[in-house]
């Protein structure tokens, strides 16, 4: 059944001969959607979602303040005494009658039972997320709760659940006694074909479109898409191009979507898994593929695809600039590509984009323009060597300051997370990472050597002690490591806990560099200090030996 039909049915509920109904689907298909577009303009709807209560009783606290006393504030009766009695009093004659209620009904549960009896028009309980309770709830109170709510006058209840997800006990009571609880369940399958786009903040244009080329059905994963773009879209500040932001939000789409719900993943067949060793066969479910047959032709290229893939995987971060690099390169896609222009018309731009490339402050644009240029120059036999020379020295000074800028994981990236062509340019990027490497090493084995005081300290032999484990960094590592080799660099002395945390992340590295050459040293030194030093640098070295 699709979700729109919860419209009609919650809509003539009053006329319906049941007092208790379920509406039953799976997460995401807009079960609760249609539900609160079908009660909005209804008077006496308590909406409870049993997600985060801790208490069956709750239950009667929502009922009572939402659909008896028109307060929204959550306490015991006795905290808010005047807007109880200013609820009740609109149903007695006086307040003094009011007040005796309350003096005399110990407990919300009674009070609402109570007042119930003097309703006048439907009052609809919609109890969400069953499937959710949590362990310090009982599904028989919860459905005892529901049974007694059912015999109070002018009241009806409607159930929202997942029952796949009821799991252990829970499931075994709500086999056994749901039957007698709930009058009719409602099986949905489908989500509501009939949506106010606007009102959860989703382009309803887009959205038709969208949807009439790719069959998603959990509406929550259409939100979350939405929301992804919502944050990619502040990275395009300045950038108000209908057309590039409209490639955006599709790209955005296709991710979540693809990712979430999988929709041009498909199971492989043996036969298909042999042909061609398979290869062909599993090229198409990988997931940048799938993503391709959201994306039609659009003008945005494939590396913005895959860097704002990255950025919803958490994999690299996004910045203004990237968006508006993107941009760029958007614009020019509707002028004569470079590959089409002859000779002159290629050294005619050459000096612009190497005036660019001076100037770049990122190092997408700045990988991207030194390997566009190398590249007509190769094509055009001119000499790179004076370009390569400045790309060198721009990507020297841009990768250290982004490496102590704290973003230390730009030495795990390779040429290819920039799309690079040119062999050249791979070359030099390849090197100036490799020096880079080198150069932060150096940075925490000098610092180590001098001082094991303070955060900073403890930082830096944390990293280094990372770093060991990672085949980019270990032979650097090794190679360095003799520095700290001096008594610094050990737990003697006078040291604080701190300290002694990194002094261990130092041993750690040194004995998994050599471990002869480690505890010869620490012999040595052990008969140099006092008997304290000594016994924390046994304690110590003991650690590093047993893997602690």
């Not at 005892?144 to 799991?167: F, H």
């Not at 955005?252 to 693809?258: N, T, Y």
């Not at 055009?380 to 250290?400: G, V």
């Not at 040595?524 to 016994?535: F, G, I, N, Q, V």
Request: with cysteine; aromatic share 10%; hydrophobic share 40%.
């Amino acid at each position: 059944m699709q979700a729109d039909y919860i419209q009609d049915i919650v809509g003539k509920f009053e006329e319906l001969p049941y007092e208790c109904i379920l509406f039953d689907g799976v997460w995401g298909i807009g079960k609760t959607y249609a539900i609160n577009e079908a009660l909005k303009e209804k008077e006496n709807v308590c909406r409870i979602s049993l997600f985060g209560l801790q208490n069956s009783q709750q239950i009667y606290h929502e009922v009572l303040f939402q659909s008896t006393l028109k307060n929204s504030k959550a306490g015991k009766v006795g905290e808010f005494a005047s807007d109880v009695l200013s609820g009740i009093s609109s149903i007695w004659e006086s307040a003094a009658q009011a007040k005796d209620v309350i003096q005399n009904v110990a407990r919300e549960k009674e009070l609402f039972l109570l007042l119930s009896k003097s309703f006048k028009t439907l009052h609809i309980i919609v109890i969400d997320d069953l499937e959710r309770i949590s362990d310090i709830i009982k599904m028989e109170e919860v459905l005892g709760i529901v049974e007694e709510l059912k015999r109070c006058s002018y009241v009806k209840v409607i159930l929202v659940a997942n029952t796949k997800e009821l799991k252990g006990d829970n499931e075994d009571v709500f086999k056994k006694y749901n039957e007698k609880v709930i009058d009719r369940v409602y099986h949905i399958t489908e989500r509501p074909q009939k949506i106010n786009w606007g009102d959860i903040g989703i382009h309803a244009g887009f959205m038709q479109e969208f949807l009439m080329a790719h069959k998603v059905k959990n509406l929550r994963t259409l939100q979350k898409a939405q929301k992804f773009y919502d944050d990619v879209k502040l990275y395009c500040g300045g950038i108000d191009n209908e057309q590039f932001l409209d490639e955006i939000r599709l790209i955005c789409f296709a991710i979540v979507v693809e990712i979430t719900d999988a929709l041009y993943y498909r199971e492989l067949s043996e036969e298909e898994l042999k042909r061609d060793g398979g290869t062909v066969a599993v090229l198409r479910n990988n997931l940048e593929h799938r993503i391709l047959n959201y994306l039609g032709s659009i003008k945005c290229r494939r590396n913005l695809v895959v860097m704002l893939l990255k950025y919803y995987e958490e994999a690299c971060g996004l910045t203004s600039a990237d968006m508006q690099i993107e941009y760029d390169i958007f614009i020019q896609a509707g002028k004569k590509p470079n590959f089409y222009k002859n000779d002159a018309e290629i050294k005619q731009i050459l000096p612009g984009l190497i005036a660019k490339m001076n100037i770049a402050e990122s190092l997408g644009e700045l990988n991207r323009l030194a390997d566009e240029i190398v590249i007509w120059n190769d094509i055009l036999e001119e000499d790179s060597s004076e370009i390569l020379k400045k790309y060198k020295d721009k990507l020297h000074t841009m990768l250290w300051n982004v490496v102590m800028d704290g973003h230390e994981e730009i030495l795990g990236y390779s040429y290819d997370m920039w799309h690079t062509s040119s062999e050249k340019v791979k070359q030099v990027y390849v090197k100036e990472r490799e020096l880079i490497r080198k150069l932060l090493i150096k940075e925490y084995v000098e610092y180590l050597s001098k001082t094991t005081k303070g955060e900073k300290a403890f930082q830096y032999s944390y990293k280094l002690r990372e770093y060991f484990n990672n085949t980019y960094y270990r032979t650097i590592i090794r190679e360095l490591a003799v520095d700290l080799y001096n008594r610094k660099s050990f737990p003697v002395d006078d040291i604080d806990v701190r300290q002694y945390d990194t002094c261990y992340n130092i041993m750690y590295v040194l004995y998994h560099c050599d471990e002869e050459k480690f505890l010869a040293y620490c012999e040595e030194l052990s008969e140099k200090c006092d008997k304290m030093s000594a016994y924390r640098l046994e304690t110590r070295m003991q650690d590093v030996i047993k893997g602690y």
